[in-house]
């Protein structure tokens, strides 16, 4: 478990986390299996943009002592299912290389659990890419199940 854990924090990335949180997002082999340029381009910075923009969208940054060493992303839902009760979705969940085994996932998946039943949503998910299986363990271990086939289709 990490030392200090008391030192980490979450807050809203800002305009300066971008780079940090693509560094981040690129750092794995998935990523990198696509040829993933680390670059911060203009589509980020958009993206950024609507994502700070939007109250049904939060971009998080773990932080200990002023670094950033993890990041996720929380998009509210609002559908008619589960007599209209709105779900959390997770996604680009990564910690940095070398704070990895250290709890700091684990916290970040407990304060966003927390966030989504604080805002009363109905429901949490999250997809993981299949070649992920480390990380599917990681989600099972904290009560996330299986239990649907996702699908894609690539626009560009």
Known sequence: MLVGMTDLIFRAAR???????????????????????????AGHWAAFAAIDADPNNELVVAEIGGEVVGTFQLTFIPGLSRNGGERAQIEAVRVAREHRNQGI?????VWSIERARGRGCALVQLTSDKRRGEAHRFYGSL?????????KLQLL
């Open 15 to 41: 305009r300066a986390d971008v780079p940090r949180v693509i560094e981040l997002l690129n750092d794995d082999a998935v990523a990198r299996s696509r040829g993933v340029v680390p670059e911060v381009g």
């Open 105 to 109: 996932g684990r916290a970040m998946m």
């Open 143 to 151: 009560g996330f199940a299986a239990s649907h086939e996702g699908f």
